[in-house]
């Protein structure tokens, strides 16, 4: 029998996992910087552990030879939003997407397994460039909402635990926890627009202090010092009063003073 390296045949997926979650990572700073709300609240990826492919192997009679066809989740990647609503958002942006390929989906919100686990899932084919060259891989995808993570890390432990024989009583209670699950998400998509709103609001002002302070350090690197370090007083005591709208206008005024300079300074260049 060929011997199979292990090393050699995992490298591939662990660059699409780093890939991977690098984009979508990249996907919630861009709809951040654009002071969007983003669908994608955390990104985590992994690359199934060597003892949990031979265990599905041994389980589903797979084959050396089947591997990278029927273990679809060597490579795999979740995405944890915060409201159910976002699951189909963030779908959408995958299919979406030239860089990969949606090869199956498997709606387990809509229809929950019998153990309560709840999460959509997306099969897609993956480029991985290595040394060797590119290699199309199959990675999953498991979008799912906070509280419906919570929920599958614990359990999957204790299937773990119990080598996938919870006890009954264990069962049940999970089931229950499942039901409470629902709930919240349900709960928590009605308060959605507001909590939505809210985070619009701390982000607006978050880039905003960002851009007023990456404003007055350029005025204090290319013009005038003592300028910039009135600014940056008048700036500290504006902040206090916490409103927005002052801090807004304060923006734009710095932002014509800013221009002033510049002006200057191309003045100065042309003399
Ligand atoms: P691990 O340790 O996360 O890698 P299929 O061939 O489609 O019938 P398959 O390939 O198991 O079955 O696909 P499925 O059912 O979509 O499950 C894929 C992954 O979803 C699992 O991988 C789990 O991560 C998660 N999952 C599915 N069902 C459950 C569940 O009831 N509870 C929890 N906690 N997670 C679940 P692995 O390989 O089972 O595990």
Redesign the pocket.
């Known amino acids: 029998m060929e011997i199979r390296l292990w090393r050699e045949l995992l490298i591939p997926y662990e660059l699409a996992v780093k890939d991977l979650v690098m984009k979508f990572n990249l996907l919630k700073k861009e709809h951040r910087e654009k002071n969007l709300y983003s669908p994608i609240e955390q990104v985590i990826g ?1 690359v ?2 060597i003892n ?1 492919i031979l ?2 192997m041994q389980d ?1 009679q797979i084959s050396w030879n089947e591997l990278e066809d ?4 060597i490579a ?1 990647v979740r995405i944890i939003c915060q409201f159910c609503e976002d699951i189909e958002k963030v779908a959408e942006l995958i299919r979406n997407r030239s860089d990969m390929k949606v090869l199956e989906e ?1 709606d ?1 919100v809509t229809h929950g ?5 709840r ?1 959509y ?1 997306m099969i897609v084919s993956y480029c991985a460039e290595t040394l060797a060259g590119k290699k199309e891989i199959h990675a ?1 995808i ?1 979008i799912r909402t906070l509280a419906m993570n919570f ?7 204790l ?2 635990k119990y080598k996938g024989n919870v006890p009954v009583d264990l069962a049940n209670r999970l089931a229950k926890a499942a039901d409470s699950v629902l709930e919240l998400d349900e709960e928590m998509s009605l308060v959605r627009s507001e909590v939505m709103d809210a985070q619009k609001t701390m982000l607006h002002q978050s880039n905003l202090v960002a851009d007023i302070l990456n404003n007055i350090e350029n005025l204090y690197y290319y013009a005038n010092r003592s300028v910039a370090g009135e600014i940056l007083q008048e700036f500290y005591q504006l902040y206090q009063e916490k409103n927005c709208k002052k801090l807004e206008y304060f923006y734009r005024e710095l932002d014509s003073l800013a221009e002033s300079y510049h002006a200057q300074a191309l003045t100065y260049e042309d003399i």
């Open positions: 992994r199934k552990s949990s265990e599905k589903k029927r273990i679809e989740d795999g498997k387990y397994k019998n153990s309560g686990y999460s899932h999953e498991q929920w599958a890390t614990i359990e999957h432990s299937q773990y």
